[in-house]
């Protein structure tokens, strides 16, 4: 039975130009790295751009929270030793207050048509709602980016961010952890997202997942907006309990996933 939906956050509950963000944040922490560290800009840079391809490779085998593993990872490149305490104050205002001054320009961040809707749409049925981003950023950063949709992050159950994370999307393992940390299983979470690559766990762990992202996936329990998710999500929940009961949630239709109003309404 279906106990919490999931919701990605980048370009799922709020628009944001993710590769412009992801350029002008690691930026900014390779400078904020170099002053601290005493190296070369590019060099601080080259070993920032390493820690995130560590934390987001599905290759890892560690058992470390991605956080260390970012710095364990940055420290070795730039011959320093790892110690967090130098690095809080700068890096906990530079999540926290600086890069609030990057929502305008080319990033272009702010609220998403039918984000409010949907969560609402989950909380009127009682279920629970977590945010399930990819978990490679801190926890601070994640709230500002959810001020920027002007999303209330206390009506999340739960948000993966990178120190309470050991894998990043699309590994199930990533998944598995943060519905235990719940309390739940992943036949009783929806999770609803925007990246074909990245929303639907790999392998698959029976966790159905709704798509509202611009491409045509051939798998998946819903396709369409998130507002259409919002007005549909009562009879959905209903049928993914009904397929519970079938023992096939969690499975992609043999010819395609559930489709929005307005593709059913053209056949």
């Known amino acids: 039975m279906?106990?919490?939906?999931?919701?990605?956050l980048d370009d799922?509950?709020?628009?944001?130009?993710?590769?412009?963000?992801?350029?002008?944040?690691?930026?900014?922490?390779?400078?904020?790295?170099?002053?601290?560290?005493?190296v070369a800009p590019p060099f601080a840079y080259l070993a920032v751009v390493e820690g995130y391809l560590r934390i987001d490779s599905f290759a890892r085998t560690d058992d470390?929270?991605?956080?260390?593993?970012?710095?364990?990872?940055?420290c070795r490149r730039v011959g320093r030793p790892l110690d967090l305490d130098v690095l809080a104050e700068p890096l906990a205002y530079y999540d926290a207050e600086y890069i609030d001054r990057f929502r305008g320009g080319i990033v272009q961040a702010g609220p998403r048509a039918g984000?409010?809707?949907?969560?609402?749409?989950?909380?009127?049925?009682?279920?629970?709602?977590?945010?399930?981003?990819?978990?490679?950023?801190?926890?601070?950063?994640?709230?500002?980016?959810?001020?920027?949709?002007?999303?209330?992050?206390?009506?999340f159950a739960g948000v993966s961010h990178w120190a309470n994370s050991r894998r990043?999307?699309?590994?199930?393992?990533?998944?598995?952890?943060?519905?235990?940390?719940?309390?739940?299983?992943?036949?009783?979470?929806?999770?609803?997202?925007?990246?074909?690559?990245?929303?639907?766990p790999r392998?698959?762990?029976?966790?159905?997942?709704?798509?509202?992202?611009?491409?045509?996936?051939?798998?998946?329990?819903?396709?369409?907006?998130?507002?259409?998710?919002?007005?549909?999500l009562p009879e959905l929940v209903v049928s993914l309990n009904e397929r519970e009961g079938r023992g096939a949630v969690g499975q992609a239709s043999p010819s395609r996933p559930t489709d929005s109003y307005h593709d059913r309404t053209r056949r």
């Open 115 to 155: 984000s409010h809707e949907a969560i609402a749409a989950a909380r009127s049925l009682g279920l629970e709602v977590a945010l399930a981003t990819n978990p490679v950023f801190s926890l601070a950063v994640d709230r500002t980016r959810m001020r920027w949709g002007e999303i209330d992050p206390a009506i």
């Open 2 to 8: 279906i106990k919490a939906v999931l919701f990605d």
């Open 203 to 232: 392998p698959a762990i029976g966790m159905p997942t709704a798509y509202v992202g611009h491409g045509r996936p051939g798998r998946g329990v819903f396709r369409g907006s998130l507002l259409e998710l919002a007005h549909r």
């Open 12 to 38: 799922t509950l709020i628009d944001i130009n993710l590769g412009a963000f992801m350029a002008r944040y690691l930026a900014g922490q390779a400078r904020i790295l170099s002053r601290v560290f005493r």
């Open 64 to 74: 470390l929270t991605s956080e260390r593993l970012f710095f364990q990872t940055v």
């Open 168 to 200: 990043s999307k699309p590994c199930a393992r990533y998944y598995q952890e943060f519905v235990s940390s719940l309390g739940l299983i992943p036949q009783e979470c929806l999770m609803v997202g925007n990246d074909a690559g990245r929303d639907f």
